[in-house]
């Protein structure tokens, strides 16, 4: 009996679907263990929380870190997410020649409205095979952060939930304090 197994995609062919028109110009997929996965639409909230942390993160960036967001971020040949946002070392060309990989990543952020199983089971992995040092998923259905640190061939050895009234500052950039409250503050 013949064993059966999925065809997984390269970035390669993930290119080749998209400039031969097998993806539509603007579907909204990416690449995760060779799979090509069907993204949920951007909501308002989820949007506006990207907003929100692109301005957080930009405003201090000075020229430490640049930040990405809703860009490709190459971890293997069969993976390409395009994560909510990221800080990555500034790059001379700003990535113009190729996508960053995970060595570029000093802190990458998914946003969980719709998503959190997604991110949490099949990206949180993923991130951590890649050795993505940080990631954090701002989870907007509990109302707190989850920060993952010390990426291992599974996933991450270290989580932290934090809430409003507490603060948070990536591992690489300690001197940046965000508080929980301000990052997931709706407007009333």
């Given at each position: 009996?013949?064993?059966?197994?999925?065809h997984r995609f390269t970035v390669e062919d993930y290119y080749r679907m998209a400039e031969t028109g097998v993806l539509a110009p603007d579907a909204r997929v990416e690449l995760l263990e060779g799979e090509v996965i069907d993204m949920e639409p951007i909501g308002p909230f989820h949007g506006g929380t990207v907003t929100r942390l692109n301005?957080?993160?930009?405003?201090?960036?000075?020229?430490?870190?640049?930040?990405?967001?809703?860009?490709?971020?190459?971890?293997?040949?069969?993976?390409e997410p395009q994560p909510d946002l990221m800080l990555l070392r500034p790059d001379p060309d700003d990535y113009m020649e190729s996508h960053p990989t995970a060595e570029d990543v000093f802190l990458l952020v998914e946003v969980a409205h719709t998503?959190?199983?997604?991110?949490?089971?099949?990206?949180?992995?993923?991130?951590?095979?890649?050795?993505?040092?940080?990631?954090?998923?701002v989870n907007l259905e509990e109302g707190l952060i989850e920060v993952y640190r010390e990426p291992h061939f599974v996933?991450?050895?270290?989580?932290?939930?934090l809430k409003p009234g507490e603060t948070v500052s990536p591992a690489a950039f300690p001197d940046l304090r965000i508080a929980i409250a301000?990052?997931?503050?709706?407007?009333?």
């Open positions: 009996m013949a064993l059966l197994t999925p301005r957080l993160f930009s405003d201090p960036a000075g020229r430490r870190w640049t930040v990405a967001v809703q860009n490709p971020l190459r971890l293997s040949r069969h993976s998503s959190l199983d997604y991110d949490r089971n099949r990206k949180l992995p993923a991130y951590g095979k890649a050795n993505v040092l940080e990631v954090w998923i996933g991450y050895s270290s989580k932290t939930i301000d990052l997931l503050r709706r407007a009333r």
